[in-house]
């Protein structure tokens, strides 16, 4: 079945940075694009990115655009996030999902603190 998990989470200073890792299984990856989404308490869940199946279209919003980077790696199974000059305001627990058909399954996520 669809599974994804989630790694690379941690506890960070401001101006920090962290590279999530995704492992996709139970679905060939190279059909789908991904989407990394966080949700922090109080909060909706937000697409913070999104890369086509391809690799070759990025979407960011706003709040992370130039600091947030999504790859994928179609071999591995795997997609990524690197995430620099954390604020505050970007931790969250992190998800990633794919697109279009988003599974109902999601991970477990991964936690990001952000804290001096």
């Known amino acids: 079945q669809v599974q994804f998990v989630e790694s690379g989470g941690g506890l960070v200073q401001p101006g920090g940075s962290l590279t999530l890792s995704c492992a996709a299984s139970?679905?060939?990856?190279?059909?789908?694009?991904m989407r990394w989404y966080r949700h922090a308490p109080g909060k909706e869940r937000e697409v913070v990115a999104e890369?086509?199946?391809?690799?070759?279209?990025?979407n960011y919003p706003d709040s992370v655009k130039g600091r947030f980077t999504i790859s994928r790696d179609n071999a591995k199974n795997t997609a990524y996030l690197q995430m620099k000059d954390l604020k505050y305001e970007d931790a969250a627990v992190y998800y990633c999902?794919?697109?279009?058909?988003?599974?109902?399954?999601w991970g477990q996520g991964t936690q990001v603190t952000v804290s001096s």
């Open positions: 890369i086509s199946s391809t690799g070759r279209t990025t």
């Open positions: 999902n794919r697109y279009p058909g988003t599974s109902d399954t």
């Open positions: 139970g679905f060939t990856l190279s059909a789908y694009g």
